[in-house]
């Protein structure tokens, strides 16, 4: 297979509802943004979801803003989609408070060049390039780059067009073990993606005329379009202590004053009677 031929793969039949757990996510968070996913994978999962990624960025002094990436089983995900989501998390991230300081609440998709967390991904992107990013280092490198062949078990079997000397050309790299993986932005992978999401968005047209023959059968498939989508939902502020102000020093000599001390026999001090 050469690199200017990519094998396309639909591994997933469109509009398939396999649950997360049939393809975990193998490259998983860590610490604040751990627990944020473990309180929202179940919630996605309950309206036909899986979580992609947690991502927490910005400083809590000028607020943060906590990106939740989510996605279809077959990889779509529309604005309706985004919007049901934001709905269904905010109370439930109000309730738990996962994070201390206040934040925005970002829905997204996961976009053209999106990140490859599960086995899946990379069996259903095999022909495509992507960047890697070793959480632990193999063979003394931890950055690869090259096209997806597919996945072999948990491993992801890559051909490196980055290869130095007498470096192996195709080599496969355990998914556990990835810090992020990404695609590629190609010519190639942007037509494949539109490809994917018209196709999707028919399916789904078909669906929802045979629940209601009077529903617009032309909507989502005009909001697959887009190539990344993202809702912003503000978080609920919350109170932040203010620092207290400095002590105002007294003025230089008056009473209990470190400063220097008056001339002559001072402002305090008793008068000489007269004669």
């Known amino acids: 297979m050469s690199a200017e031929e990519p094998r396309i793969t639909d591994d997933l039949p469109t509009g398939a509802s396999a649950p997360a757990e049939a393809d975990p996510r193998l490259i998983v968070e860590s610490g604040v943004a751990a627990r944020v996913a473990a309180i929202v994978g179940p919630v996605l999962e309950g309206l ?24 279809r089983p077959d990889g779509t995900f529309t604005i309706d989609d985004c919007e049901a989501t934001s709905r269904a998390l905010s109370p439930v991230l109000d309730v738990e408070d996962p994070i201390a300081a206040a934040y925005n609440l970002e829905i997204s998709s996961p976009g053209i060049d999106r990140p490859l967390v599960r086995v899946g991904d990379f069996a259903r992107w095999a022909g495509y390039e992507a960047r890697i990013e070793m959480a632990v280092a193999q063979d003394g490198r931890k950055r690869f780059r090259g096209f997806i062949l597919g996945a072999e078990g948990t491993g992801a079997k890559i051909r490196r067009t980055d290869v130095k000397g007498d470096e192996p050309a195709e080599i496969v790299l355990p998914i556990e073990e990835i810090g992020e993986a990404r695609l590629v932005l190609t010519d190639d992978l942007i037509r494949e993606a539109l490809r994917r999401a018209k196709a999707a968005g028919r399916a789904m047209d078909e669906d929802e005329e045979d629940e209601d023959f009077d529903g617009d059968a032309g909507e989502a498939e005009d909001a697959t379009d887009d190539t990344e989508i993202v809702i912003v939902r503000p978080g609920t502020p919350r109170p932040v202590r203010s620092a207290e102000a400095p002590k105002k020093k007294p003025s230089p000599g008056t009473p209990y004053s470190r400063g220097p001390k008056p001339k002559g026999p001072g402002r305090y001090a008793k008068p000489k009677p007269s004669r």
């Open 48 to 71: 036909g979801f899986r979580l992609v990624r947690v991502r927490i960025s910005g400083s809590q002094a000028g607020g943060s803003t906590l990106q939740i990436m989510a996605e």
